[in-house]
């Protein structure tokens, strides 16, 4: 009887020990899960910080390629850090357009506007997370509508012998300021969401 008892004390004790050594292995397991979750968590922020960094690049080359080269073209010899109002752009186009007339229209359907044309699909091609995607949207449809402005000016230029009328002009004219408007909020909206998400890492 003495050894039963004995020997039940001793299978407990092992019992007990391997009881203790199960709850220590859970809770080093636990751990081990914890900080990997950790690293994974860690190495996921630099990869989105990373994405968005790229994006980020990406648009703001494409603006220059595209939207900045138009307007370089279509307001040769100014400062475009000089234009910032929709009222700067439209006093810009109205004196180009009375000055030059028909050539100012072939300059701008020849020359500019080819700066254009592949600047919406290569917008459209990136692959964008969801908060970019609305400004991305805009500023494709911006871009768009400038197209569309800008030929019609250059249409209405596009005369042998113009007699050039501002207020004939001013319906593309506005369009045009409206849509580099919109396409100037777009981008702005966008370079914020970068940063916004950049700075929360």
Known sequence: MADEGLSGTLADEQAAMQKG???QLLMLTAFAL??????????GGDDENRVYGELGK???????????QFWGCALAGEDLRDVKSNADLSAQLDSRGRERGQAYGVHLRDTCLKKLE???????????????????AAMVE???????????????LDKDELEYDSD??????????????????????????IRTKKDAK
Do not use: C, Q
């Not at 592949?118 to 609305?134: C, S, W």
């Open 21 to 23: 050594k199960g709850g």
């Open 142 to 156: 911006a871009n768009g509508k400038l197209r569309t402005a800008v030929s019609s000016l250059a249409t209405y």
């Open 58 to 68: 990406k648009i703001n080359g494409l603006k220059m390629e595209h939207f900045d």
């Open 118 to 136: 592949d600047f919406g699909p290569n917008l459209e091609a990136l692959i964008a997370p969801e908060d970019l995607k609305e400004p991305i």
């Open 34 to 43: 914890a900080l990997l979750g950790g690293l994974f968590f860690l190495m």
């Open 168 to 193: 004939e002009a001013s319906a593309p004219i506005k369009d045009a300021t409206r849509a580099w408007y919109d396409f100037k909020k777009a981008h702005k909206g966008a370079n914020d969401a």
